[in-house]
């Protein structure tokens, strides 16, 4: 995944992300927590009536330039990019969103890493309680800034179950096949424009803090710090800009 306008050192800045990168897990471990942190989810194009683009420098324009978020394929797409920097050997796979009540298809878009002799499940680009780090994929628990989470071998595909108010819920299922990227633009126009899908039935916003993560969704924004959760009413113009750093009226 490349883009003629990417640039590692300014997505290195964008995220925060101090010293030498290298191709390790250490590294790989580095970029996925600052771009959580610092790269909102969100889907404010959906919600304008916009189709996200899939054009590597459009997107690059967006994350980088404008300092905008996005949902999975913008940001693990930007993600991708400094992993092929970097020197990364990684892959797209499709993933099954499990949050809905009915069977959902292969929607979301997911990044695995073949590292130091071991494939690692990577993800800044799913919202809600998403992983927080890279899961080495296998089944089994992994405590991740006092989240856990659990990967499972179901039917032929890995599903990844996050632990919230103590009970575990499943977030999505993915087979280890490669997938081009072309392969996501239907996975896009599908999320961006069909009425039964979340992002076009709420407004998002969503990134994680050292500690928790904030979560808007229309005008009830949650606050989890520690385990703790705070809820507020709000006006999600005015919440994006002051949580998540995101001025829907700025152009340039």
């Not at 990417?6 to 997505?11: M, R, S, V």
């Not at 069977?103 to 993800?123: A, F, Q, S």
């Not at 996975?187 to 961006?192: I, K």
């Not at 969503?206 to 949650?222: A, C, F, S, W, Y």
């Amino acid at each position: 995944m490349t883009a003629e306008n990417f640039n590692l050192t300014d997505y290195l800045s964008r995220i925060g992300f101090d010293g030498e990168v290298h191709p390790d897990v250490a590294t790989l471990t580095q970029l996925v927590q600052k771009q959580l942190r610092s790269i909102p989810f969100e889907n404010t194009e959906v919600q304008a009536g916009r189709i996200p683009s899939m054009v590597p420098e459009e997107i690059v324009d967006k994350v980088l330039v404008h300092q905008r978020g996005g949902y999975c394929y913008e940001i693990n797409g930007v993600f991708a990019m400094a992993l092929t920097a970097i020197g990364f050997e990684w892959y797209f796979a499709g993933a099954r969103p499990m949050f809905y009540p009915m069977r959902r298809p292969k929607t979301h878009m997911v990044v695995i890493v073949r590292v130091e002799g071991r494939d690692y499940l990577c993800d800044t680009g799913f919202g809600g309680y998403a992983l927080r780090a890279p899961m080495m994929i296998e089944e089994g628990e992994a405590v991740q800034d006092g989240d856990r989470f659990r990967m499972e071998l179901i039917d032929g595909e890995y599903v990844v179950s996050s632990l919230v108010q103590d009970e575990w819920q499943r977030q999505y299922g993915f087979a280890l096949q490669p997938q081009e990227w072309i392969e996501f633009s239907l996975a896009n126009y599908f999320n961006a424009t069909h009425p039964d899908t979340i992002f076009t039935q709420k407004k998002l916003a969503i990134m994680q803090t050292p500690n928790g993560r904030k979560i808007l969704v229309d005008n009830e924004l949650k606050l989890i710090e520690e385990g703790k959760l705070e809820k507020l009413e709000v006006e999600y113009t005015s919440a994006l800009k002051e949580y998540f750093g995101l001025d829907l009226f700025k152009t340039t």
